[in-house]
């Protein structure tokens, strides 16, 4: 006669092992990942920002001219003429193909002597220029 085998009085190890929550788990965790992978890819997306001058960072410059009520240019500090700009400009420009210019001018400067300042440089060669100006206080609003 055969003999069925008595499971309460056997002490060795689980043979079976039980995978429905261990596989119920890594679902769970790919679904997750499956979602935040794509908030995580739309961040990271390379996006050129404009620049300005007034946006906080620090132009790097070679080039700061100021034009005074009085009429005097100064090139670097140092009172010169238009046509010592010019040459200025063409003697540094090979040495420097990314030559900045940061232009300043008083409040009493017309407009077109500024807009002519602007075309100097520019007509020797300079691509980019900043205009320095000083930030306003914020107005109140009524």
């Known amino acids: ?21 261990f596989v ?3 679902l769970v965790l790919l679904i997750i990942f499956m979602i935040t992978s794509t908030a995580i890819a739309k961040a990271s997306l390379k996006v050129e920002l404009p620049k300005a001058a007034t946006g906080g960072a620090e132009v790097a410059t070679t080039l700061n001219l100021i034009y ?3 009429g005097d240019l100064f ?22 193909p990314k030559l900045q210019a940061v232009i300043a ?6 407009y077109g002597e500024v807009v002519a300042l602007i075309d100097l ?7 980019t220029f900043a205009l ?3 930030k306003a206080a914020p107005r109140a609003e009524r």
């Open 105 to 110: 001018a008083d409040q009493g400067v017309a």
């Open 75 to 96: 090139l670097n500090g140092n009172i010169s003429s238009a046509d010592a700009v010019s040459a200025y400009i063409r003697r540094t420009l090979p040495q420097n």
């Open 132 to 134: 320095h100006i000083e």
């Open 24 to 26: 119920d788990i890594v």
């Open 1 to 21: 006669m055969a003999h069925a085998p008595d499971d309460s009085l056997d002490d060795g190890p689980i043979a079976t092992l039980n995978i429905v929550p």
């Open 121 to 127: 440089v520019k007509a020797n060669g300079v691509a």
């Open 68 to 70: 005074t009520k009085t």
